[in-house]
């Protein structure tokens, strides 16, 4: 269940506007699985909710994800869903078109906006814990974002950190593998650097699920067989994952518990008498393992 335990109060829009009956989502990439399945599922709550959604695909650019946040281009919208790569706090407080706003995803630290969040350091610590289960010793993270920074990325480098702190695992810098983005050519490619290197792992924490399509591929190409010699693990449970080969092990957020989050927050806003002190929530939602094939050792 979502944790509400932290709330801070923020003052909602002075003024109501007439509804539109549309909310604005803006999205980095609907290339990535996960947004272009969790857009999906936004998509259908807000029609359960007699709404449409007027999605918005930011490419994680910086400029950009403001001019949503300001409604630069758009028509007028009831609210706002934003799922930011780089977005700060700072460009949000300075909003020239303030409104109903819930952001997904990315963790902005000491956030005074509504935040609908996976527990991504916890992710990747139930993703290695679950490598270490299945008898794994040497266990790599492809995952790292070094020229394009994540905060994603860097919770779930954290998270498997820990577990490796935790349970005694191998503890080495060569088993750990950056990428440039949250795709399968970069997991394919950060898979043959870390075998070229000649550095024993017998399981890969990938940062999410495109990255381990990737290294499953790079795997068979190198004749190992997973999981026999390397257990591989992703992250998101994308609904692929299950029609790999071998079927993908994945940690699976709660996405439904995100939407329905993201619309009961949303529109507890949009519902708010002018002037009203609305609470602001930091709501972070549940994650479990799917085991499959990819792990069963």
Do not use: K, W
């Not at 940062?207 to 693990?233: C, K, Q, R, T, Y």
């Amino acid at each position: 269940m979502p944790d509400t335990s932290s709330v801070a109060r923020r003052s909602s829009p002075l003024t109501r506007r007439e509804r539109t009956g549309i909310v604005a989502l803006a999205v980095p990439n609907l290339e990535e699985p996960y947004f272009a399945e969790l857009t999906t599922l936004l998509a259908r709550g807000a029609e359960a909710r007699g709404l449409s959604i007027l999605i918005q695909q930011t490419e994680g650019d910086h400029q950009r994800e403001i001019d949503v946040a300001n409604g630069v281009g758009l028509p007028a919208t009831d609210g706002l869903i934003h799922i930011p790569r780089s977005l700060t706090v700072g460009d949000l407080t300075r909003r020239t078109a303030p409104g109903p706003l819930v952001l997904l995803g990315e963790h902005i630290a000491v956030s005074p906006f509504t935040h609908v969040s996976i527990d991504n350091r916890r992710t990747a610590d139930l993703a290695t814990t679950h490598l270490a289960e299945a008898g794994c010793r040497r266990v790599a993270f492809l995952g790292p974002r070094l020229s394009r920074p994540s905060d994603a990325a860097d919770q779930r480098f954290t998270g498997y950190r820990d577990a490796v702190a935790r349970l005694g695992l191998a503890d080495e810098p060569g088993l750990i593998v950056a990428v440039d983005a949250f795709t399968s050519e970069e997991g394919a490619a950060a898979l043959r650097r870390l075998h070229a290197t000649g550095t024993r792992f017998d399981g890969v924490v990938c940062s999410n699920d495109s990255v381990a399509f990737g290294v499953l591929a790079a795997l068979h190409e190198s004749g190992l067989a997973v999981p026999a010699d390397v257990a591989v693990i992703g992250i998101d449970n994308v609904h692929a994952a299950r029609f790999s080969v071998p079927a993908l092990s994945s940690v699976a957020p709660d996405d439904e518990g995100i939407v329905e989050a993201a619309f009961t927050e949303l529109e507890r806003q949009m519902s708010a008498r002018p002037g009203a002190d609305v609470p602001v929530r930091h709501i972070v939602v549940d994650a479990a393992v799917v085991a499959r094939a990819s792990t069963a050792r």
